[in-house]
C-alpha cells in the first residue's frame, strides 16, 4: 500500500518532528517540504516578507511530484489554504493530509525558541490569517499538535491505516 501523507500546519506547529517520527513509524521516508522551497522564497521569509500565492504555486506543484515520485513518503509542509492542497493533490492525487492543529500563543513561543530556522515569528500572524483548515470532503485528520510526538504519530498514522 502506497503511503503519501503531507504534515500541515503553520510554522511552529511541529510539522517536522511529527511528520519525522510518523514516517520512522511507518518505514517511508521523510521530506521537510522547507527544503524544496527556491532560494528566493527562503530570502524572502527570513526578511520576513510573507510569500504570495505565485510565490507557493511552484513550490506546491514540486510538494505533490516529490509525493507523487514515492511509495512510502512523509512530507512536512504548511499547506495552509484549500487552493494549496488542490495543487499539491493535482500532482499527488493520493495525498492524505494530517493538520496539527494549535493556539496562536504556543506557536508564538514555539517560534521564538528556535534556533537557526528562516522563518521568523513576525510571519506567524500572516500565518494564521492565510489558515484554512481541512473542509470534511478532503482526505486527512486533523489532530491537537500539543500531543507529544509520538501520540500525534500514531493518531495520524491510525487515520491513514483505516482509509
Known amino acids: 500500500m502506497s503511503v503519501r501523507i503531507v504534515v500541515m500546519g503553520p510554522s511552529g506547529s511541529g510539522k517536522s518532528t511529527v511528520g519525522a517520527c510518523l514516517a520512522d513509524s511507518l518505514g517511508a521516508r ?10 528566493e522564497n527562503v530570502g524572502k521569509m527570513a526578511a520576513g516578507v510573507p510569500l504570495d500565492d505565485a510565490d507557493r504555486q511552484p513550490w506546491l506543484r514540486l510538494v505533490g511530484k516529490t509525493l ?24 499527488a492525487p493520493e495525498a492524505f493530509f494530517a493538520e496539527l492543529a494549535i493556539g ?13 530556522h528562516f522563518m521568523p515569528a513576525a510571519l506567524l500572524d500572516s500565518q494564521l490569517q492565510t489558515l484554512e483548515s481541512l473542509d470534511a470532503d478532503e482526505e486527512g485528520i486533523s489532530i491537537d499538535a500539543e500531543a507529544d510526538v509520538r501520540t500525534a504519530s500514531a493518531l495520524i498514522a491510525a487515520a491513514v491505516g483505516q482509509r
Open 30 to 39: 521523510f521530506i521537510d517540504g522547507d527544503d524544496l522551497h527556491p532560494p
Open 68 to 91: 507523487q515520485a514515492e511509495e512510502r513518503v512523509v512530507v512536512a509542509c504548511s499547506a495552509l489554504r484549500r487552493v494549496y492542497r488542490d495543487l499539491i493533490r493535482d500532482e
Open 104 to 116: 496562536r500563543d504556543v506557536l508564538e513561543e514555539r517560534m521564538r525558541l528556535r534556533v537557526d
